[in-house]
């Protein structure tokens, strides 16, 4: 028995260090700063030569600039992850700005499947909210100021719902979080998905689906 409890012990305490490596890895030095110009294919990106290192790999101008959101979803995010900041290469963390137009503004149902994302409201009111896999809805309305978190991997969004524009600035677990579009990766996939599976998981009819694909495409 005494040995079983050892083994169990073990088998948990080797649990919780894989939980906890199961973000981005953590750096081996100082500073590895993204060489996004190699070849060297690795999980992340090669470091550049130390010797070639400068601040600007550590900084980003533009969080302070309004994005466009001129489109139909009228939102726009500006990203400030490792592909604006080789800096950020290995230390599990990036940013991204978030603009609103008014009404209705969107920031439609994603996931991030690399990152937590914790988001702060700067400038008007937002409808956010995520949903586990048990298919529970968690949301709030948000005000200047307010703070909402969205657990790894899970579909959420944002929406202005007050009547002037909308900013917010969200934190993420991660280099590069990625960011995948449940509508979009659905219908707008290439080669698309074959209509009648769509038309079965969702219920409808295959000529909806297809046409639901052709505005996605076309997008």
């Known amino acids: 028995m005494k040995s079983f409890l050892a083994l169990a012990l073990v088998v948990l305490v080797a649990h919780n260090i894989v939980i906890v490596r199961a973000g981005d890895a953590d750096p081996l030095q100082d500073v590895c700063v993204a060489d996004r110009t190699s070849r060297v294919n690795v999980n992340g990106f090669p470091c550049k030569d130390e010797s070639m290192v400068t601040a600007n790999d ?29 800096g950020l290469n290995t230390l599990g963390i990036s940013m991204a700005r978030i603009d609103f137009a008014a009404p209705l503004g969107l920031n439609p149902p994603h996931t991030h499947p690399r990152a937590t994302e914790i988001l702060v409201v700067m400038e008007g009111t937002l409808s956010v909210g995520f949903i586990t896999t048990a298919n529970k809805l968690f949301s709030k309305t948000l005000e200047k100021g307010d703070v909402f978190v969205f657990p790894k991997g899970l579909v959420h969004f944002q929406q202005n719902v007050g009547y002037g524009n909308a900013v917010a600035i969200a934190a993420l677990s991660s280099q590069l979080p990625g960011t995948q579009q449940v509508a979009q990766s659905l219908f707008g996939a290439s080669p698309p998905v074959d209509a009648s599976l769509l038309a079965k998981a969702f219920k409808i009819d295959a000529s909806l689906v297809q046409l639901l694909q052709r505005k996605f495409l076309a997008a």
């Open 58 to 86: 550590f900084m980003f101008r533009g969080l302070d600039i309004a994005g466009d959101t001129s489109n139909m979803l009228g939102s726009t995010v500006t990203a400030a992850n490792v592909m604006q900041i080789p």
